[in-house]
């Protein structure tokens, strides 16, 4: 079945849907019926447009296990690292920086978020803390820091990877004459060309893995989330919105930017790419 999910995943990025729906007409699979289903409905928008699928899918599956041990790797840090300052860049609604946070109520917290609503989320979420909201991204708010500006402690979980890899480059650059200590989080994906068939085996294949992880909200999250981000990222002419890779790059990337003492942990094996922590050491100006 996953030969057939490769096809139809081929034919997308051919932006043939008949022959992609074609392909998976008979189901077989989780993926497949899922697919299926997607492609007859012709869906559009922004993956997003169903909260409540995103939601199913943050709070269900792998994801269970993969906030526990990012939320664990994330305190035990915390706990080493003396911090009044801590920077978050992309912070989303909070729910993995207050447990690191926790017992540390004497902190400073900067957070960076382009969306307004996740933000004032993370506001709440650290209610009791001293926090200063910016609702931007982080390349204006990098390149803006003031000479004598420093943070003991910057972290981004699943954020970075939104950044173009030369755009990345110059955040980090910006940020490490401010930074104590450095953390981020992300996926170990290998690096494979878009659309060729090691990438179309590896979508069908991991897809297919993450779906099987859900029950009863199988459906919301596949037609409300997975469908989408599958195949949107395939689609001609569809705007690219993530740049992963390989955990060494990252590591190579921080170098690169000034940063030392880097160091890569593997965290947990989630469906779709192994998670790890990047610690690195930057030269604040103090």
Request: proline share 6%.
């Amino acid at each position: 079945m996953t030969t057939n999910i490769e096809d139809a995943l081929d034919a997308v990025a051919a932006g043939d849907l008949d022959r992609a729906g074609a392909a998976v007409r008979d189901g077989g699979s989780p993926l497949a019926e899922a697919l299926a289903a997607h492609l007859a409905e012709e869906r559009g928008g922004s993956v997003y447009d169903q909260p409540a699928a995103f939601e199913a899918f943050i709070d269900g599956g792998g994801n269970v296990g993969l906030y526990r041990a990012v939320g664990e790797a994330l305190a035990a840090l915390h706990a080493r690292v003396r911090h009044p300052t801590v920077l978050d860049v992309g912070c989303g609604d909070g729910r993995l920086l207050r447990p690191a946070l926790a017992g540390h109520g004497g902190s400073t917290v900067t957070l960076v978020e382009p969306s307004a609503a996740l933000l004032d989320a993370a506001v709440r979420a650290l209610d009791g803390f001293e926090v200063d909201a910016r609702p931007t991204r982080v390349e204006p708010f990098a390149a803006s820091l003031a000479d004598d500006t420093a943070f003991d402690v910057a972290q981004s979980t699943f954020a970075l990877h939104a950044l173009p890899h030369d755009v990345r480059d110059g955040v980090l650059s910006d940020l490490v004459g401010h930074v104590g200590t450095l953390a981020v989080v992300e996926f170990d994906v290998p690096d494979l060309p878009h659309g060729g068939p090691e990438h179309l085996r590896r979508l069908a294949e991991t897809y297919e893995r993450g779906l099987a992880e859900y029950g009863a909200d199988r459906a919301l999250v596949a037609r409300g989330f997975l469908m989408p981000v599958l195949t949107g990222q395939l689609m001609p002419g569809a705007i690219r919105a993530t740049w992963e890779q390989p955990a060494a790059r990252w590591a190579e990337q921080a170098e690169r930017a000034g940063f030392a003492d880097v160091e890569v942990t593997r965290l947990h094996d989630y469906w779709w790419a192994p998670a790890f922590l990047l610690t690195a050491s930057g030269s604040p100006r103090r």
